[in-house]
Structures are given as C-alpha cells and as structure tokens.
C-alpha cells in the first residue's frame, strides 16, 4: 500500500516536473526571441495593397522587435503558393504571413482542393489593416456612374471583362455579387501579379473594368487615367470624398473592403505569438505609420488579443462561403 502511494507520489512529481520544465521552457522562448532576422512572407507581387501595408509595417515591427523584417513576395495560385509556403515553414517565429480576406477566407471555400486550411494550420496574431476597393473604368467606357455603367454592361452582354487581383480576392467576390443582383454579365480575367498587376490591365486598356483595392488604384484615378465610379466601404473615404459608396447606390451589402494580417505556422509557441502582437500593435501605434497607411487609403485596424483575431477569421470564413455559394463563383 505504502508502496503504491509512493508510486503515484513520484508520477505526480514527475508530471508536474514536466509540466514546470514546459511552462519555464515556453517562456524563456518567448523572452529570448527573437534573436534572428524574421521572415514576412506577403503572397502577392509588389504593387498592391498587401505589399503596401507589409513594407510599411515591416519597417515598424523590425524597430519593435529590434529585428530585421525581410520580406518574401511569394505569389502564385491565388496567394495559396504563399500560404502554403508558410504554414509548412517551422513553426519558431521566424516565419510569418501577411494574408488578406482572399487567401484566408475566401480560397478555402472557392478553393476546397488546397490542402492549407487557415484556421487550422496557421496562428492568428493580429488584424492589421482594411483597404476600401474601389469600382474602377478605363477612360475608354463612356460611363460616369454606376447606373450607366449597367446600362452600358446589359446592352454588351458577355463583350466587356473585368479584372481582379486574383480568383479569391474579396474585390472579385464583391463584383460576382455586384452582376448577380444587376444582371449584368461580364467576363472575369484573373491577374497573377495581385492589385498591381489588375491595375495594370485596367491602364493598358486588357479590360474594361476592376474592382480592386484604392490603394493600387488610387494614383491613377487622382491622374484622370481611371475612373472611379463607386468605393467598397461603410462610408465615403476621404481621399475620394466625391465618389458615393456602393451602399448608397443601392447595395448595402457591398460594405467589406480587404482586410489583411499577421500569421504564423499553427505550432508556433503561444508566447511567441503573444509577443508579435504586442509588438505589431505597439509598432502601428505610430502616428508616421498611421499617417502613410491613411495617405494610400488604408485603416489601422488591429485586434485586442490572437483569440480575437481567430474568432474575426471564424466569421470571416463562415460568410464569404455563403456568398462564393450564392454567386456561383468558381476559381476559373
């Protein structure tokens, strides 16, 4: 008997032992990290609103973490070669993902055969920022407003196409719902380069149209090469404060921009992730970064903890499959 009790004595011990040795183990990591350069991979070419907002926060996170950030640009199959780059990359902190609304809730449903799931094989850290989209024509489409631009789509049915930064960018989402409910038709052409490479088609006169994010677009639309008929937001944004919102022209549902933030590979310790939110948080609290966020048009929007950030993806995730099931959307 006394034997016996000795016994579960020293397997208690041992196990809290273990559990005492983990717990010192977890926070020395996250007290010591990080020691190295640190990878962002942003899974988009340069040019568009993700590179945008990486560049400026890879600045700011290196000063918090008094670490160098270098940025990976990885694109490909709709972000997923970078998703999948990440998620599979060591799960120690230093390698991190800067995903938007596209690649990690709107692929999973519009791409069901990718192996990555989001919620599962990565960390949520933080909600970054929310980049308005704007509708945007090439000056050769003889249309100033949204009521004439449909107009001018119905009577060429099929003949006009459109652009968007990828087959799973919310923007692209937003204008399959945008015909669904106007009966227009328009043919879709994907461009692999992101928000910089549609905006590029747009200018060259490829296609007629794109809904993509105000900050590819936003220099162009200022020169009089695009123009802009209509913004993707809940209220009119101040670097275009003549252009109506989609909301006001009859679409209260066209109201989510393209919001973007930080990841990292699922198994990545909690307090490491822990501390890149306080120092992503911390880091965009500068009133420079602010200030060059907003001059693209883009909000600072971050998360109050990784909890928070996981529980906003859930919902994420959850509505953008209602509207790729209700568009009909497939990744062509």
């Known amino acids: 008997m006394v034997r016996s009790i000795t016994a579960r004595i020293g397997a208690t011990a041992v196990c809290l032992l273990a559990q005492f040795s983990a717990a010192a183990q977890t926070a020395t990591v996250g007290n010591d990290y990080p020691t190295r350069p640190i990878r962002m991979i942003v899974p988009f070419a340069p040019g568009g609103a993700s590179d945008f907002v990486a560049r400026i ?8 973490l008094s670490q160098q950030i270098v940025v990976d640009n990885r694109s490909g199959a709709a972000g997923n070669v970078g998703v999948e780059a990440a998620a599979r990359a060591n799960p120690d902190g230093y390698t991190l993902l800067f995903g938007n609304v596209g690649t990690m809730a709107i692929n999973p449903s519009l791409i069901p055969q990718f192996a990555i799931r989001p919620l599962r094989d990565l960390a949520g850290i933080t909600l970054v920022s929310d980049t308005p989209g704007a509708l945007a024509l090439h000056p050769s489409i003889p249309a100033t407003t949204v009521k004439e631009f449909v107009a001018y789509a119905k009577a060429r049915p ?13 923007q692209r989402l937003a204008f399959e719902y945008f015909m669904s409910k106007t009966g227009i038709k ?4 994907a461009y692999k380069a992101g928000a910089g490479g549609v905006t590029a088609g747009v200018l060259a006169g490829e296609v007629s149209a794109t ?23 809940p209220q009119r944004i101040s670097q275009l404060p003549e252009t109506p919102t989609m909301i006001e022209i009859g679409f209260p549902e066209l109201t989510l921009g393209s919001w973007a933030g ?45 909890e928070d950030f996981t ?11 209602r509207i790729v099931k209700e568009t009909g959307a497939t990744p062509d």
Not at 57 to 64: C, D, F, H, I, P
Not at 213 to 229: D, E, N, Q, Y
């Open 57 to 64: 926060l890879q600045q700011r996170l290196g000063e918090a």
């Open 158 to 170: 099929s003949q006009l196409n459109y652009g968007s930064a990828s087959v799973g960018s919310a």
């Open 186 to 189: 328009l043919v879709h052409v």
């Open 211 to 233: 809904m993509t994010t105000v900050t590819a677009v936003l220099p162009h639309i200022k020169a009089g090469k695009l123009r802009a008929l209509a913004v993707v937001a």
């Open 262 to 306: 930080l990841f990292a590979p699922a198994a990545t310790p909690r307090a490491i992730v822990r501390k890149l939110h306080a120092a992503t948080t911390r880091a965009l609290s500068d009133t420079d970064a602010r200030n060059r966020l907003s001059s693209g048009g883009v909000e600072l929007v971050t998360s109050k903890s990784p």
């Open 311 to 321: 529980a906003f993806m859930t919902v994420q995730t959850e509505f953008w499959a």
